[in-house]
């Protein structure tokens, strides 16, 4: 029999392995960024909201904290478009190599919003994030556009993890993600009525190919993956947490080189440069472990 430690920590790399897949529905899915993430999470809103009256979390919150977690959601529906626009205009490769610039971008905003200081190591492996962005810029500048918002892709979603980490120290997960997700949705909704075609009947016209992995992105990867991510950082330290999700990039990019090797296959720069950055998110990672544990031993002597 498996322990429980055990399965849960089977349960995290699956939800890992999830997170890294949907970046192989971007490239499946035919339709561009905006409507993508526009049906994402409107899919997952609406499982969230069945999930929260079935479960009966309480979800009534005050104006306050209802901008906060609307600025939020705007976040991560920006950290999603330029994610999938990322793929759109250079591959899955590029775009996984860029989103493990997060810890970088982490490393600046965490000390503007914690107040702390900036660690030393930090400036240093941000130095060396740059180091291989710009070997991948170098080997593969006919993606220059993906390359570029792949970074920002990066930079919302490292905005929205800090910001989420206050919002966790008095508010339930699964209602911030449903605030989130109101707004994020209410948000690009404005956007396509304003600037883009609006919301004819074609817009909702598209291959049940399409249907089937919005489906499996907007219930597996999103609603799914969201809520289950909060059960299992109950039963398994932060520090495993965040060195598992390192690993997205990884499996996202085996894959793609799996599934779509004729697009996939890179310059030696390219594989170079993704070294050296995830090398750096990996050893940030077991350094602030360690910093952690100094602390914690500290209080206990």
């Known amino acids: 029999m498996l322990s ?4 849960n ?12 897949f949907t970046a192989i529905l971007g490239e499946l899915i035919s339709i561009s960024a905006i409507p993508l993430v526009w049906f994402r999470m409107a899919i997952a809103l609406v499982l969230m909201f069945i999930y929260i009256k079935i479960t009966k979390v309480k979800y009534k919150i005050d104006k306050k ?19 999938f626009g990322s793929i759109d205009v250079s ?7 860029m989103f493990s610039t997060g810890a970088f971008f982490a490393s600046i905003i965490e000390p503007i919003i914690y107040k702390r200081k900036v660690i030393w190591y930090e400036i240093f492996f941000g130095v060396l994030v740059i180091i291989g962005i710009f070997l991948i810029t170098q080997s593969e500048i006919k993606y220059f556009l993906g390359i570029v918002l792949g970074i920002l892709s990066a930079f919302f979603s490292s905005l929205f993890a800090v910001l989420n ?13 449903f605030y989130e997700f109101v707004s994020g949705v209410f948000f690009i909704t404005l956007f396509i009525g304003v600037f883009g ?11 049940n190919n399409d249907y089937l992995y919005l489906f499996i992105l907007g219930s597996i990867c999103t609603a799914y993956a969201f809520i289950a991510s909060v059960y299992v950082m109950k039963y398994i330290s932060p520090y495993s947490v965040v060195l598992a999700y390192n690993l997205e990039p990884v499996y996202g990019i085996i894959l793609a080189i799996i599934l779509f090797p004729e697009k996939e296959t890179m310059e ?10 995830l090398t750096s998110v ?9 910093s952690r544990n100094k602390i914690k031993d500290n209080l206990v002597n």
């Open 282 to 290: 990996f050893l940030n990672a077991i350094l602030k472990n360690k």
């Open 9 to 20: 920590y089977l349960h995290l790399h699956f939800l890992v392995f999830i997170a890294g």
């Open 91 to 97: 591959n899955i490769s590029i775009t996984l190599a």
């Open 65 to 83: 904290t209802l901008i906060k977690f609307s600025f939020a959601g705007i976040i991560i529906a920006l950290h999603w478009i330029t994610f």
């Open 268 to 277: 030696t720069n390219f594989y170079y440069g993704a070294v050296i950055i």
């Open 4 to 7: 429980n430690h055990f399965k």
């Open 165 to 177: 980490g206050k919002f966790l120290e008095n508010h339930n997960a699964t209602v911030i993600s």
């Open 197 to 207: 075609e609006g919301f004819s009947k074609d817009f909702f016209v598209l291959s």
